[in-house]
């Protein structure tokens, strides 16, 4: 009976003492590198200021998906994503829940 119990509490705090971590995908866009990014530029530009995208592919070769998500041990997850689209090798517009903000 003894070793049924010590068995029993020895599964029990195991289980509770399960490491969860963080998990972090894509790329981290940093606000001030996002500030630089204006139409006309070209995608050379670009990727030497944001890197080249997290996802690419070759059916959308004029669209660039700047993808970040973070999922951490504890609190709210957070995706940021900025979708660029290309005409002629220069930026046409911006899409997404982070873009250039104006300096006042």
Same mark, same amino acid.
């Given at each position: 009976m003894k070793k049924l119990f010590c068995l029993s509490l020895l599964i029990a705090l195991s289980t509770a003492c399960v490491y969860t971590p963080a998990i972090q995908q894509g %790329?981290?866009?940093?606000q001030e590198e996002? %500030?630089?990014i204006e139409p006309g530029m070209t995608k050379e530009q670009i990727a030497f200021i944001l890197g080249k995208p997290a996802l690419d592919t070759n059916l959308e070769? %004029?669209?660039?998906?700047?993808l970040y998500y973070l999922k951490p041990t504890s609190g709210d997850t957070r995706s940021k994503r900025l979708i660029l689209h290309f005409v002629d090798n220069k930026l046409e517009r911006m899409e997404g829940t982070i873009k250039p903000e104006k300096e006042s």
């Open positions: %790329n981290i866009l940093q996002v %500030n630089k070769e %004029n669209t660039w998906y700047y």
